[in-house]
């Protein structure tokens, strides 16, 4: 066993005894990491140099990524950006989610996350769409604001109130009571369906309402952004005095 002073002083040969040297060199022999040696192979330097080289290549590997990903639509064109384009501005795509959770319980889960992946297509290039129409100083603020937009507003809260009324109405129906305990059992089971389906209607339109409502004049003029109905606005007042 060596010593703690013993082994501190190790990367230090010519302040050690040649007894106390001979001690140290056997205790390398036996376990390098013992003495702090740089050869441990559980030695807390490599395991630091270990993670903090797994995080270089992750950076790297996303930088890679993103740059791979500008230079595929520059190198389509005109045609790439336009069929982006075109995917973003159609805003009903962007809701093909909301239909998948109304009929989940009638889809093939093939169909359910397709539609998933459809709705974040669209709401991928319509924040591109908005990013590379924005001034160049505007924007990463563009793109911010719509990701912060359409993630509540156009996947989540629309989802999440849309699903609700599947399970409202599907307890409804099986615990029936007036008209409904004279459905058949194929109403009932498209039912719970239809009700999402239909609520759709309102729930889009009234969500997306008050995020613009709740998100324009708070993160909206944090970023120092304006929009198009602001405008109207501000030139229907201007006129008018």
């Known amino acids: 066993i060596v010593a703690p002073e013993a082994a501190a002083d190790a990367k230090h040969p010519s302040k050690l005894t040649p007894v106390v040297a001979s001690k140290v060199d056997e205790a390398k022999k036996a376990d390098p990491a013992a003495t702090g040696d740089s050869g441990g192979a559980y030695s807390i330097e490599g395991l630091e140099e270990e993670i903090s080289g797994a995080f270089r290549g992750i950076a790297a590997a996303t930088r890679k990524m993103a740059m791979a990903g500008k230079k595929a639509i520059i190198a389509k064109g005109p045609a790439m950006k336009q069929t982006v384009r075109v995917v973003g501005e159609n805003r009903p795509l962007a809701f093909a989610s909301e239909g998948a959770v109304a009929g989940e319980s009638l889809m093939p889960k093939a169909v359910y996350y397709g539609a998933w992946g459809l709705s974040g297509a669209a709401v991928c290039a319509d924040i591109y769409t908005k990013y590379d129409d924005a001034p160049e100083d ?34 409804a ?68 005095q």
């Open 138 to 171: 505007l924007k990463n603020s563009t793109a911010a604001y719509w990701t912060c937009f359409h993630v509540p507003a156009t996947l989540v809260v629309p989802a999440v109130i849309i699903h609700q009324v599947v399970h409202a109405v599907q307890h």
């Open 173 to 240: 129906v099986e615990k029936p009571k007036g008209f409904a305990s004279r459905l058949p059992p194929r109403a009932k089971t498209l039912a719970p369906v239809a009700a999402a389906l239909v609520s759709i209607v309102p729930v889009v339109p009234i969500v997306d309402h008050t995020a613009e409502l709740v998100l324009e004049p708070t993160l909206g003029k944090y970023l120092g952004l304006s929009f198009e109905h602001d405008h109207g606005h501000d030139e229907k007042h201007d006129s008018s």
